[in-house]
C-alpha cells in the first residue's frame, strides 16, 4: 500500500481477523530520548518513506489507458474491477489519514499533503479501465462525511469529510496467528489473536493527545506516563496497517479465480502482488515494534482496550496462555499449512484464507465493518457496499 524505508523501526501493536465468513454485517458503528511532535508520532512506523507522485501523474495516466486499451468486459470481470476500485478508494482515504498526521509529506505547516499516490494511482487507474471498457466506475464522494481527527498537522479543510473512520478501531489479531500456525481457515481452521485491541484510536484524537513537551524514550516507558498514550496510539496503526494489508493478500486473488478476461486476470494478480508485498512489510515491523525495550506498553486512557505486551517472553505467554511460536516476533513468513485437502497432501506455505466465504469481496465489507472502519457510515454506504461485493462474489470463470 505504501513504499516505506524498511530499515526504520516503528512503534505498533494491533489484532485483526480480515474475512468473517457470514455475509451479514456486523453492528456498525529511537536514539535516547525522541520528542514525539503532532506531526511525527508515526514516522517511526516508516511511513515517511512513501513515494509521492504529482496529481498530473495520475491524469497522465488515465488519458495513456484511454489511448491503449479498448473493447467490452464481461459483467462479472467488470465487477470485479468495480470492488476492487471501491477497496482502493477506501484505503485511499485511510491512508490519507495517517499521511498527514505522520508527516509523509513535507510540510505538513506548509502545501496540503497529497495522502497516498501510490493508492490514489492504483483506484485511478482501475476507474480508468472500467471507462474505457464501457464500465460505470466506482464514485464515493458521496460518503465523505465522517468526522476523523482534529490534532495539528490534518488537512482541516477535511474535517467532516472522511470516508473511513480511524477515532475508535477494534482490530483483530487473528491473522497474526494464523500465519504462524500449520492450519488453514478454508479447511476450518478458527483463530484468535494473542491480544485484542477494541475502541482504541489509530490516530490522535485532538492535540491534547500529542503534547508537543512528550518524549518517548528508547529503553522504556514508565506505567502512566504520557507517551504511554501516544505509543499505544502508533502501535494501533502500526498492526492496523497490517491488518489492511492481509486483507487485500486474501482478497485479490480470490477475485481473480474468477476472472474472465486475461487482461482482468493480469489486473487483479499484479494488484494482488503489491497487496501482499506490503502485508509482509507491516507484519515484519508489527513485531518488531512491540519488543522490547518498548514492550508491555499500555493505553492510561483505555487500559481495558490496547495492551501491548511482550510476545517473546516466556513468562509473559504463559500468564497470558498463549504458545511461543504462536507469537514470536520474527516469524513474519507464512508457515506451512493444509492446503487443498485437509491432512490429504503435503503442508505447503499459502496465503490463507482464498475462500470466496472467507477471502471474497462481502468478507472483506464484513472485516472492514467489524473493525470499526465505517463507524458513523449511512445505510446508504452499506447498501452500495454490499452490492457491490455480493456482485462481485457472485462473477464467474466464462470458459
Not at 47 to 62: C, E, R, S
Not at 105 to 133: C, E, I, Q, R, S
Not at 208 to 218: A, E, K, Y
Not at 365 to 375: H, I, K, M, P, Y
Request: with cysteine.
Amino acid at each position: 500500500m505504501q513504499n516505506m524505508n524498511k530499515e526504520e523501526n516503528p512503534s505498533l501493536n494491533v489484532s485483526a481477523e480480515t474475512n468473517l465468513p457470514s455475509q451479514e454485517l456486523p453492528g456498525r458503528e529511537p536514539g535516547n530520548h525522541v520528542t514525539v511532535g503532532r506531526r511525527s508520532f508515526l514516522k517511526g512506523l516508516g511511513i515517511v518513506g512513501a513515494t509521492l507522485l504529482p496529481a498530473n501523474a495520475i491524469l497522465m495516466g488515465q488519458a495513456k489507458a484511454q489511448g491503449q486499451s479498448s473493447g467490452t468486459l464481461t459483467k462479472g470481470d467488470a465487477d470485479l474491477l468495480r470492488f476492487a476500485a471501491w477497496a482502493e478508494i477506501v484505503e485511499s482515504d485511510l491512508w490519507t489519514q495517517y499521511n498527514e498526521l505522520g508527516g509523509a509529506t513535507k510540510p505538513n505547516d506548509g502545501p496540503t499533503n497529497v495522502g497516498n499516490p501510490p493508492y490514489k494511482l492504483a483506484l485511478a487507474f482501475l476507474n480508468a479501465y472500467l471507462k474505457t471498457h464501457g464500465a460505470e466506475p466506482v464514485d464515493l464522494d458521496q460518503f465523505r462525511t465522517l468526522p476523523g481527527s482534529t490534532a495539528t498537522g490534518v488537512d482541516k479543510t477535511k474535517v467532516g469529510k472522511r470516508l473511513t473512520n480511524l477515532l475508535n478501531l477494534n482490530v483483530d489479531l487473528s491473522w497474526y496467528t494464523r500465519y504462524r500456525s500449520e492450519e488453514n481457515p478454508d479447511l476450518g481452521a478458527i483463530f484468535k489473536g494473542p491480544i485484542n485491541i477494541l475502541n482504541e484510536p489509530a490516530i490522535p484524537l485532538n492535540d491534547t493527545d500529542t503534547p508537543p513537551t512528550t518524549v518517548v524514550p528508547s529503553n522504556s516507558i514508565p506505567p502512566g506516563s504520557p507517551a504511554q498514550r501516544i505509543q499505544a496510539i502508533g502501535n494501533t496503526a502500526g498492526f492496523h496497517f497490517a491488518f489492511i494489508e492481509q486483507g487485500g493478500t486474501s482478497l485479490y486473488p480470490t477475485l481473480a479465480l474468477k476472472a474472465t478476461s486475461d487482461e482482468v486476470l493480469r489486473i487483479l494478480l499484479s494488484i494482488g502482488g503489491v497487496e501482499i508485498d506490503h502485508f509482509s512489510l507491516w507484519h515484519d515491523k508489527a513485531g518488531n515494534a512491540i519488543a522490547q525495550p518498548l514492550a508491555g506498553v499500555i493505553d492510561p486512557k483505555n487500559p481495558n482496550g490496547a495492551t501491548f505486551p511482550d510476545l517473546n517472553d516466556p513468562a509473559t505467554l504463559a500468564r497470558l496462555n498463549l504458545q511461543l511460536e504462536l507469537t514470536q516476533t520474527n516469524k513474519i513468513l507464512p508457515e506451512p499449512c493444509d492446503f487443498l485437502f485437509k491432512e490429504a497432501l503435503p503442508p505447503c506455505s499459502v496465503i490463507r484464507p482464498t475462500s470466496t466465504q472467507l477471502g471474497g469481496a462481502v468478507a472483506t465489507v464484513n472485516s472492514w465493518t467489524a473493525d470499526l472502519l465505517f463507524a458513523g457510515q449511512s445505510d446508504a454506504f452499506f447498501d452500495f457496499a454490499i452490492q457491490l461485493a455480493t456482485a462481485a462474489d457472485n462473477a464467474r470463470r466464462k470458459l
